[in-house]
């Protein structure tokens, strides 16, 4: 059985970088770490990867080939390689004996909660080779400065889930940075567990823009609360602390912690069962380091 992360998030949301920061964590505690990299439309990377999808397709070729816009080429793209996993397979074979995969898909959106391609290549690649993964899904902490982005945030998130149909972590990335672009309006913690949306009724009707979808911003924020799948970890991929904690969660939902376990039922009961001590840090300790208190102004 092999495990692995499925990273995804809008463009600008940190996921190469996660990559690349985490292959090298994940190297220093003992994992041998194989990336995958499987967006196209990504030809400065800074980690060195076991596999490339420029070997297979371009994305600069299909777009002169088939007078394709970039969004369109991507989509041509993961068309393709659904087409030709044989390709993918084959390249993955000498890595799932004893690696850990981590694989950097396309920035675009739409693939993952509207086309099927991404979706149908990460599932025929469980089935056939037997891959535990978890989608990790960044989405930069400074959209929290905006009650409107947050709400879009929000709603990626949780259809990307509904669409996606396993292990799920949202991530707000780049959480050094939250308050680069403005303070937040509540604590740390009202936007990680997404707490009463209508608090943030308030701050969405001061902004002129959204006042003819004021009814439409509530409704939406109705259906994200109705579901209540939606919170979030927080994530400094230059902080060791910050991506084991974040480490730690992906192996309890990817079943990476039961790997090495050979007793019986109640050996597994034991780690299942475990108390979680996450969320101080993922709440009061990174709002105490990362941002300012009203008294420190």
């Known amino acids: 059985m092999v495990f692995g992360q499925v990273v995804i998030g809008p ?21 041998k770490v194989a990336v995958v990299n499987l967006d196209p439309a990504n030809d400065a990377l800074p980690y060195e990867c076991a596999v490339n999808i420029e070997d297979l397709v371009k994305l600069s070729d299909v777009m002169v080939e088939h007078s394709l ?36 898909f396309p920035g675009q959106v739409e693939l993952f909660f509207l086309h099927s ?13 037997n891959l535990r993964l978890t989608v990790v899904h ?16 929000l709603l990626l998130s949780l259809s990307t889930m509904l669409h996606l149909e396993l292990p799920h972590i949202n991530v707000l990335s780049k959480i050094d940075l939250v308050e680069s672009y403005g ?12 707490q009463d949306l209508s608090y943030l009724q308030y701050h969405l009707d001061q902004d002129p823009r959204g006042e003819k979808f004021r009814k439409l911003t509530k409704e939406l924020c109705g259906v994200i609360e109705d579901y209540s799948l939606v919170n979030f970890t927080t994530l ?25 376990i050979e007793g019986s039922v109640v050996e597994f009961s034991k780690i299942a069962a475990a108390p979680l001590d996450w969320d101080y840090y993922r709440t009061a300790a990174v709002q105490e380091k990362y941002m300012k208190d009203d008294d420190d102004d």
């Open 138 to 153: 960044l989405v930069d902490a400074h959209l929290c400065c905006d009650p409107g982005k947050y709400v879009s945030a």
């Open 236 to 260: 400094d991929i230059q902080d060791k602390e910050s991506v084991g904690n974040l480490v730690k969660l992906i192996d309890k939902s990817n079943g990476y912690i039961f790997a090495g």
């Open 11 to 31: 463009p600008g949301s940190g996921k190469t970088t996660y990559c690349n920061g985490m292959s090298q964590f994940l190297k220093l505690i003992g994992r």
């Open 117 to 129: 391609n991404a979706k149908n290549v990460i599932f025929k690649l469980m089935k056939k080779m």
């Open 183 to 194: 303070k937040l309006a509540f604590n740390l913690d009202f936007y990680t567990d997404v």
């Open 69 to 104: 816009g970039p969004n369109g080429g991507l989509v041509y793209c993961m068309d393709y390689l659904e087409k030709n996993i044989d390709w993918l397979e084959s390249k993955l074979k000498p890595l799932v004996k004893d690696h850990y995969l981590l694989f950097d």
